[in-house]
């Protein structure tokens, strides 16, 4: 854990609609549910998954059912609505544009430092970066 937390890693999708595409994204904690070289990305609109407490308490006033399946989220873009205002708009609906609704799409990884515009939103900073 120690070697992963708030590290960097560029991963580059390897098949589905982003096949080639690149995404850098920051380890905030591992999940015990995740085998070995698995990344869990947390998208607006991809459900809550085994860990579902960030959210819900996070809008409490946004019914359990507006964040879609558990495991997958919700199910098209016009579903972005019933998010609170801050997610219904461009961040949930990333997962529809940019990230094509993949599911679970396969990647390779590599370590890279973190980007400023990471660790200015996170403030979690590594010192070997």
Same mark, same amino acid.
């Given at each position: 854990?120690?070697?992963?937390?708030?590290?960097?890693?560029?991963?580059?999708?390897?098949?589905?609609?982003?096949?080639?595409?690149?995404?850098?994204?920051?380890?905030?904690?591992?999940?015990?549910?995740?085998?070995?070289?698995?990344?869990?990305?947390?998208?607006?609109?991809?459900?809550l998954?085994?860990f579902?407490?960030?959210?819900?308490?996070?809008?409490?006033?946004?019914?359990?059912?507006?964040?879609?399946?558990?495991y997958?989220?919700?199910? !098209?873009v016009?579903?972005?609505?019933?998010?609170?205002?801050?997610? &219904?708009? +461009?961040? $949930? *609906?990333?997962?529809?544009?940019?990230?094509?609704?993949?599911?679970?799409p396969?990647? !390779?990884?590599?370590?890279?430092?973190?980007?400023?515009?990471?660790? &200015?939103? +996170?403030? $979690? *900073?590594?010192?070997?970066?």
């Amino acid at each position: 854990m120690n070697q992963m937390c708030c590290a960097c890693y560029k991963l580059t999708f390897t098949n589905t609609a982003i096949k080639g595409k690149n995404m850098i994204v920051q380890v905030t904690n591992t999940g015990s549910d995740l085998g070995n070289n698995h990344f869990d990305l947390q998208l607006p609109a991809g459900g809550l998954g085994i860990f579902d407490q960030g959210c819900p308490k996070q809008w409490p006033k946004t019914p359990v059912s507006a964040w879609g399946a558990r495991y997958g989220g919700i199910s !098209n873009v016009n579903q972005c609505a019933a998010l609170p205002k801050d997610l &219904s708009g +461009s961040p $949930c *609906k990333f997962r529809f544009t940019w990230f094509k609704n993949a599911d679970n799409p396969q990647a !390779n990884f590599e370590r890279v430092p973190c980007p400023a515009a990471i660790t &200015s939103i +996170s403030k $979690c *900073k590594r010192n070997d970066d």
